[in-house]
């Protein structure tokens, strides 16, 4: 069955990784992958072990996933996340925020999620009782497309949790367990540990019957789909954003499922239908020009007529951090990629002595010894972006460039002392611009966690300095 599942999906060399918390499902599907492997060596395995540090245990379960993948021959990588506990979204949404955050950055072509048939009946039941419409009954698809990392896919959907423990015992395989999965505090627990067994003392099969009715749900949700994309067309021919008076223009029920569409296109989980509701009545609204409708994932926003959907971000790191030559540096849910070129950029005789080798910079010598260093805006700053224009605020700059105001905050701004080199979304201050054949480094902001900031200022100008990071 897996091995079917993979064949008409994955080309011979893929890179497939698999989500491994150490509980039984997850080291189950790694086990049968890396037999799999083993046989047609048709694919590339490794695994992906995200560390939450909500359980005293967490370390290890970190050390249980390393073992297993070492005795599986598997490349194992962990990812070390801090969740925090007064967002406002909850610890649970924060650590699944920052989960798939790890998963998006994946280096591989497919990522694995070891649901299976029971999850999914949870799944319908929990989203059913949330009120949620058509695509919350359909549950998790089988393999779904993301706007950036791997490619999602659930091979062991339609097998039964019993059969995941035959096979674990048939193996002697070991896992954590992890204790809150026992705590029927959580709703999804209280639904596994109570709902679901006294169901299926009434009606036998009851899990199996919720799976297959998640699949007549997902047909009618891909339905549902086929309609959005013909009114998105209709509203924005030339692609790009929504615009809002053409949204509010349509029925009540197809403005619900276009809005619904855009949510989930960006990441966000679906909304329940009143929150649907309540959204439209604001951005019918005479404020709907500086409309913000917060969601438990992000935010919609209305910039200039147009709809934004803005998935929640980390925040950018406060204070300074100083450039020694790193090809990259993190910044909030991206970072800054620090590329060498020639011709463009800012000129490399401004850069700062740093070590060569490895991942730095091996740059020209003599070069200057100011120091660079990243920092948020803090009000005030002026740039050049044009020798024929004079300085100007960065505020302005940035309106002028239409870049929305909750992004604004967040742009990165490289200081060379306290000269500014280079803002992100706007690009380099044409005094420190590299001259023709001549050494460069040129920035690029890579949003990962907020696909409106990146394409808002691309649309706007491809010298700005924001990019994407490739797959």
């Not at 989500?19 to 189950?28: E, F, Q």
């Not at 359980?55 to 969740?83: F, I, K």
């Not at 209280?190 to 019957?209: C, E, K, N, V, W």
């Not at 951005?283 to 409309?291: I, N, R």
Request: proline letters at 7%.
């Amino acid at each position: 069955m897996l091995a079917a599942f993979l064949a008409s999906r994955l080309r011979p060399g893929d890179r497939l990784c698999v989500a491994l918390s150490g509980g039984r499902d997850s080291t189950v599907l790694l086990h049968a992958l890396a037999a799999l492997r083993s046989r047609t060596a048709s694919f590339r395995l490794s695994a992906l072990h995200v560390h939450h540090g909500l359980s005293p245990r967490a370390d290890a379960w970190a050390e249980c996933c390393a073992g297993l993948c070492a005795a599986l021959g598997v490349p194992l990588q962990v990812v070390r996340v801090t969740v925090p506990r007064d967002s406002g979204e909850g610890i649970e949404a924060a650590a699944r925020r920052l989960r798939h955050a790890a998963f998006v950055a994946c280096d591989a072509d497919w990522l694995a999620l070891a649901h299976h048939r029971d999850d999914q009946a949870e799944t319908v039941l929990l989203n059913l009782l949330r009120g949620a419409g058509v695509e919350g009954a359909a549950g998790m698809p089988a393999e779904r497309a993301a706007a950036r990392g791997p490619r999602l896919l659930r091979p062991l959907l339609t097998v039964p949790g019993e059969a995941l423990a035959d096979y674990a015992a048939a193996h002697a395989l070991a896992w954590i367990e992890d204790e809150s999965n026992r705590d029927t505090h959580f709703r999804r627990n209280f639904l596994r540990h109570d709902i679901l067994p006294a169901l299926q003392t009434r009606f036998p099969g009851a899990s199996a019957a919720l799976a297959r009715a998640a699949g007549h749900f997902a047909e009618t949700a891909q339905l549902l789909d086929a309609l959005a994309a013909l009114d998105r067309a209709a509203l924005a021919p030339a692609g790009g954003r929504l615009p809002l008076d053409g949204l509010c223009r349509l029925p009540p029920a197809r403005a619900r499922n276009l809005l619904r569409s855009e949510l989930t296109a960006a990441g966000l989980r679906p909304p329940p239908a009143r929150w649907l509701d309540e959204a439209l009545r604001q951005l019918g609204g005479e404020a709907g020009a500086l409309t913000c409708i917060e969601t438990g994932d992000g935010a919609l926003h209305v910039y200039r007529g147009e709809l934004h959907v803005v998935p929640r971000a980390t925040a950018a790191p406060a204070g300074a951090q100083v450039w020694h030559g790193q090809s990259l540096l993190p910044w909030g849910s991206g970072r800054v990629r620090f590329l060498r070129v020639v011709g463009v950029g800012i000129d490399a005789a401004l850069c700062p002595p740093v070590e060569a080798g490895g991942e730095r910079f091996a740059l020209p010598e003599g070069t200057s010894q100011a120091v660079w260093w990243l920092r948020g805006r803090e009000g005030g700053e002026r740039l050049q972006p044009d020798l024929r224009r004079p300085r100007r605020p960065l505020g302005k700059l940035l309106q002028a460039a239409g870049i929305p105001p909750w992004v604004r905050a967040s742009l990165p701004c490289l200081w060379c002392g306290e000269r500014l080199l280079w803002v992100g979304g706007i690009g380099v201050d044409a005094t420190a611009a590299c001259p023709p054949g001549a050494p460069g480094v040129q920035p690029v902001w890579e949003e990962t966690a907020d696909r409106c900031a990146a394409d808002s200022a691309n649309s706007v100008n491809s010298s700005a300095g924001i990019g994407r990071p490739n797959r």
